[in-house]
């Protein structure tokens, strides 16, 4: 059964009068990856620049389409984007690496179609890459450089004049001629836009509905970063300045898009390094004032800044308040010093690392350290040690294989051949095999085994660590002096090769094989055990499929969970020297608590609270509170030993279906914005007066 698009906003611009006919067709294609995300800020960047300059509004009609192209997607957009076209003057795509594929082949398909038509395309994956984006796709007419507004409206103008050359347009690559005698031909670059206020706002270029029904809206502040990191190309790609859009603008911006929100939508800040500006607190509380007077709750999501300071505490302590909190990156990539003197990074001390970590913990922010697996210079055992920097201190290690994006230093060749880089295409995510890119998967340090085996240890981490051997974990690692990563490692045989769960070892084993043979993902075991309708594409856009599908499968029955999690326990144990074991007593408690963090799981796939019940010394809880696995303020009743219950936080049984529900619950405890039990409600059990004394009480009374 073909699957149904999902609900988008109509294809929009300003439409079509009965003088229109005069006009020639311009449309704006961005073929996107998330399911309702009907606004694209590039579309709308585009829209209204080309509408502000009168004579080029006069004579073209602009219609976006923002579509999601994932899978069976693809075709219905290219049905909808084809069937809208009556001799175009221009077709422009919007590219980046996960949907240039498609896009070059609905160019193509346009291109011959209407062979008239203008296809131009941009964006970060083919700026300056235009030896290599003509020579894969000849049907190209224009590839624009850099920012694009103010050069499309150029572009337009000199087509609308049926101007014979291109030439004097900066930044932009074009032929020459039609026929076999066309020569491809680069004008010179084009100056970056110093005064930013010139820019129309994208939000100018859609209605009120249009922003109201849309899933995902991205909004710039400003545009730059002062970094020049080797594997990134936000730093290159402005010239390491950063330039700011007005706050008058911004405010009436602010006040459209909270006005408007959907109660699903998803706000994210483009900014590379939200915080590094002054006027970032003013915006945070902008934002939280908004949200109350609008009586409204988005999921609002940043880039924090590289570097931590007092400023970003400021900010994310006012969005915390104000209940709009995404969590703050404390951002290293790496703490290996030869892996960060190639990549020209210069990282937040460890020291001052540790003490912005314990600062976010006592004030209940969360926090996760993105770490990139596969830097040159990077070897296993120093990408395991920087993974426990991050534990030790009580973060969350979100770990991504090493993409090689366009532009960047690491592109060059002399660096990939002095650092003999193994670069294979491939999924950046496997639980999306659509998605592809150039990934690292080798170097002089690392070997494509050891690259491999460093993707099971992530699966591991997140398996183990995160979600459901958190507290034994922290116990052994306290107690027997073993490091957590250690544990985890340990535990990659167990997973991949002696699950006492078949489903759980076919995942595991199917995630090995999707790494190494791309396309080989088993999608009907995944949603089989979600309970999404196989081949329904309702695992697109989902972040760690087979993660999420073990974690679902353990939790849902507390015996099977019980059984592997002590299988996994009796493996680690078998490796520390028995005179080094924790307590019984605190061992058993451990456990208890991490069954609580199942039911908690377990909660949220059904929507009813299902009570755990516990038994701990207040030594332990006060080790996994200070190390973030409980409740920041928790306060232990007195006694050598208490007792309690641990539930599910009630915001996350509501809402949504149960599949969507999960789903996004895992992917919170993913992102470490989250941990089962960190947010979970705890009630102690109050010791009732024996029967006796009561009655000795009345008696004397």
Known sequence: MTPTMPSLPLPTGRQPEKTAARRRQVHLVDLTTIAGAGYSPTLGYLQAAAEAAPDVAARCTLTRHALMSRGPFFEQACEQILSALDDPLVVAFTVYFWNRANSVELARRIKTAWPDC???MGGNDVSYQQDALFAEAPWVDVLVHGEGELRFVELLRSLLDGRETLSAIDGISHWSSTGTDRTLVTTEPAARIADLSTVPSPLSAYSDAELA???????ETNRGCPYSCAFCYWGGAVNSKVRQFPMERIASDFERIIKNAGPHMMFALADANFGILPRDVEIARMLVDLCDRHGKKVDFFVTWAKNCNKRIVETATLLRDGGLLSPVT??????????LNLAKRSNIRVDNF???QAEFRDLGIPTYTDLIWGMPGETYDSFLSGAEEVLAAGGT???FP????NNTDYTREKFQREQRLVVRHLPVDVSDPEMTGDVVV????MTEEDWLRGLEFRLCLYLFQKSLLRCTLRLLHATCGVRIVDLCERLREFLFERSPDVVAGSLARNYRQAWREPGTIDCRLIEEELGVKVGSGEIYGRHEIHYEATVHRLVRDPVVLEHFTDEALAVLLRAIPRDSWPDPEALRAARELDRAAGAVFR???TGEAEPAEFRARPELLDLLRDAGDLPADLVCPPGAEVTGHITAPPAHLTGLTPSHRFTRFVGLVWRGMVAPLREATVEWDVPRPRAHNQEENHATA
């Open 330 to 339: 404390l951002s290293t990539q790496s703490f290996d010093p030869t892996a």
């Open 354 to 356: 540790r003490t912005m």
């Open 397 to 399: 290690p979100l770990i």
């Open 402 to 405: 090493l993409l090689l994006l």
């Open 213 to 219: 029904a849309t899933s995902l809206l991205v909004y």
């Open 118 to 120: 203008h296809i131009v």
């Open 442 to 445: 080798g170097h002089a340090t």
């Open 603 to 605: 909660s949220v796939i």
